[in-house]
C-alpha cells in the first residue's frame, strides 16, 4: 500500500489547506479510534447518509447491515459511496465570533463499496466489528452461527481515495482583535465512558471484564 | 409547524422499525444536543459526505462555510442534501456477538439547501453556530462585521423530510444465549468537557467564564 493516500479532485482540501493531509497512517489511526462512520449513498431516491458501526480491516473500511435492509440489497455489484468518520477534540473560543471553531480529526473516504462473499473474510470482518468497539471481546461472547453470518451483509470499501482533515491547538484570531477582552482558549472534549449497567436478563452472575472496567479508546 | 416530520418512503425505517421515529420534538432535541453534523452532497462528481458545524434555527438547520469554498459555491439556487447527526451514548455488549449493538440517537433530514440571503437571518444563523456551541458566547465575543459576514455563507435546509432513530437499553439476545456466562450489558459513553486551554496569546488577563467553567451539552 502507497504511505499517502489517492489526491485527486474530491480529496483536494479547498478551504485551510494547511489542516488537509494524505498520510495512511495517520487515516488509519482516526478510522481505528472512531466509532461511528457517516456513511453516503444514493440508491435511486437521493442522498441519504446514515450512521453506521464499522471496523477497519487492513485498508478497507468494512460495514455491515442484515440482509433485509431495502438499501443494502442494492449493493450486489457495488455501488459509490462517501465515508466520512470524525473525531470532536474540542471548542475553540475566539475573541471574534468569527474565528470561532472545532478541534477535530476526520477522514473522508471516497469509493465503492461491493459486498464481501468469502467466507473467510466475513468472519474477519465479523471480529474486526466487535473487537474494533471493545478491543478483546470477540473472543468472550457467542460468535456468529451459520444462520447469522447468512443474515447479515458485509460491505466493503477500500482506504484509497480520500483525506483526512485536522484543525488542533489555540484559537487563531487576528492580531488586531487580540487585545478585546474576552477570555479565549480551549474546551476540549472527549468520549469518556461512564460505569457499566449490568444487563438485568444475564442469567449468570459474572464479574465485570478486564476490558471493560480499564475501557478507553486507542 | 405539524407536530410530526414528514414520512416519504426515504424516511421511512426498513430495519428495527421499533427504533424510528418521526416526532419533531424529539428532533429538536437531538440536534439541539449534537456538535457534529455529517453533510452529504453532489456537486457533480459523486457523493461527499463532510462535517459541519452546524445550529437549529426554528425549522430549519443552519450550515455555513467560506463563500470561497469551491462546492459552497455550487448551492447559489438549491441542492439536494442529506444531513446527519448522530449522538452515541453507548456501547451494547450481549452474549452473542451478533447481537452486540450499540445506543445512539441520531436524525437524518432530507431536503434543498438554499443559501440565506437576508442580512437578519444570517445574522440570527451567526448567533445560533456560536450560542449552539457554547450557550451564552455570542454576547461575549466580537461581532462579525460586515468584512466577515459577507466572507460567510450561509446555507439553510428545512427540518421537514426527517427521521429520527433511536437504540437506549440493555441488550436484546435471544432467550437460548442468556445462559452462556459472559459478561453482558451496557458501556455508556457521554462527551465530556475538560479543564479550558487559556489561550496563549489572549492579551487581557480574564477569568474562565462561568459558561466555560459549567460546560454541558443540554
Redesign the interface.
Known amino acids: 500500500m502507497p504511505e499517502d493516500l489517492r489526491q485527486t ?2 480529496t483536494t482540501i ?2 485551510h489547506a494547511e489542516r488537509g493531509s494524505f498520510c495512511r497512517k495517520t487515516a488509519y489511526a482516526i478510522l481505528d479510534e472512531g ?2 462512520a ?5 440508491i435511486g ?7 453506521m ?1 464499522y471496523a477497519r480491516l487492513s485498508d478497507e473500511i468494512v460495514l455491515h ?2 440482509i ?4 443494502l440489497s442494492s449493493f450486489e455489484g457495488g455501488k ?5 468518520v ?1 473525531l ?1 477534540d ?2 475553540v ?6 474565528s ?1 471553531s ?1 478541534n ?1 480529526r ?1 477522514v ?1 473516504c ?1 469509493g465503492d463499496a461491493t459486498v464481501v462473499t468469502g467466507k473467510d473474510k466475513k468472519q474477519a470482518a ?1 471480529k474486526a ?2 473487537d474494533h ?2 478491543p478483546g ?2 473472543e ?5 452461527d451459520t444462520k ?1 453470518t447468512n443474515a ?1 451483509v458485509v460491505l466493503s470499501v477500500p482506504i484509497d481515495e480520500a483525506s483526512i482533515k485536522i484543525r488542533s491547538g ?2 487563531k ?1 487576528s492580531i488586531k ?28 452472575e ?4 478486564k476490558y ?1 472496567v480499564d ?1 478507553k479508546r486507542p
Chains 1, 2 share one sequence.
Open positions: 479532485e474530491r479547498s478551504r466509532m461511528v457517516h456513511v453516503g449513498f444514493d431516491n437521493g442522498i441519504t447518509v446514515i450512521p458501526t447491515g442484515a433485509a435492509s431495502r438499501w459509490p459511496v462517501s465515508v466520512c470524525t470532536l474540542g471548542l473560543l475566539a475573541q471574534s465570533a468569527f470561532h472545532m477535530y476526520s473522508v471516497f465479523f466489528f466487535v468497539l471493545v471481546r470477540w468472550d461472547s457467542r460468535q456468529p447469522e447479515t489555540p484559537p484570531d482583535d487580540l487585545n478585546l477582552g474576552y477570555w479565549s482558549g480551549v474546551v476540549p472534549l472527549q468520549l469518556t465512558p461512564g460505569a457499566p449497567i449490568r444487563d438485568p436478563l444475564m442469567e449468570t459474572k464479574a465485570v471484564p471493560v475501557y
